[in-house]
């Protein structure tokens, strides 16, 4: 069987691009399979959201040792069979909660890739992170994780995961910025960059914002911090080319 749509414009599932069949105002042919896997695929992302809420709320009430998968299945509402089809174990929900996080704290650091000014993009990025952090509640949730990681190898590995991708984002920066001399920092790159990640860190989990302080004045101190460990010169890309 086939639906028969007509659209004024093309759209994408994330999955399959709809341009594949579709065109600007032309009438466009569906099969059922199409319509089901795009609905299944909707539903299953639901639902996998649902249980990240769930979680997040029992590791917060509970810690992660103290929460169980028992727990997490009467928060969301659903059977223990059903949950573990999309997650076998506590770890396995971290790192996607992690995961998510990952992705969104990569745009905001490509972003700083962009900006000519080493310094306005690491402080723009920074904010960026811990605005979402502390407008998404996970200041408490990303404590907890932190803190398992210390005694539990796996959730270890899924910090690391999440930190090294941002990790090497800076410190190429950083070593490229220094090579072309528009900073001068002065302590050794890998020095400097196990400050900046503990800081970073430091603030976010702390969740600053909800304690009264603004955001703006956090953005003043980052920015006076990150000149002081920067020491810019003056120089840009340009005059170093």
């Known amino acids: 069987m086939i639906i028969r749509i007509k659209s004024e414009r093309s759209f994408s599932n994330g999955n399959t691009s709809m341009d594949d069949f579709q065109g ?19 539903r299953r992302d639901q639902q996998t959201q649902r249980i990240l809420d769930a979680a997040k709320a029992c590791f917060v009430r509970s ?17 223990p069979g059903a949950l573990y089809r999309y997650f076998p174990s506590k770890e396995a929900i971290i790192e996607a909660i992690c995961e998510v996080d990952r992705q969104q704290d990569i745009e905001s650091f490509i972003t700083f ?19 979402h952090v502390h407008e998404r509640g996970n200041a408490a949730l990303f404590a907890e994780i932190r803190a398992e990681s ?11 995961k999440c930190q090294q991708q941002v990790y090497e984002i800076i410190r190429e920066r950083v070593r490229l910025a220094t090579e072309r ?25 702390n969740d600053l914002p909800s ?22 010169t003056g120089r840009t890309t340009a005059d170093s080319r």
């Open 150 to 160: 210390t005694r539990n190898e796996t959730i270890q590995t899924t910090c690391l």
């Open 24 to 42: 600007q105002g032309r009438e466009t042919v569906v099969t059922m399979a199409d319509a089901y896997t795009l609905s299944r695929a909707e």
């Open 63 to 79: 810690g992660f040792q103290g929460a169980s998968m028992q727990e997490v299945c009467a928060e969301v509402g659903m059977s």
């Open 113 to 131: 890739l962009e900006n000519p000014s080493i310094v306005d993009g690491l402080v723009e990025a920074a904010v960026a992170h811990i605005t």
């Open 181 to 205: 001399g528009e900073i001068d920092p002065p302590v050794d790159l890998d020095t400097l960059m196990a400050a900046f990640m503990a800081i970073g860190e430091g603030i976010a989990l």
């Open 211 to 232: 304690l009264g302080v603004p955001v703006a004045n956090l953005e003043i101190l980052l920015r006076a911090m990150v000149e002081g460990m920067l020491r810019p």
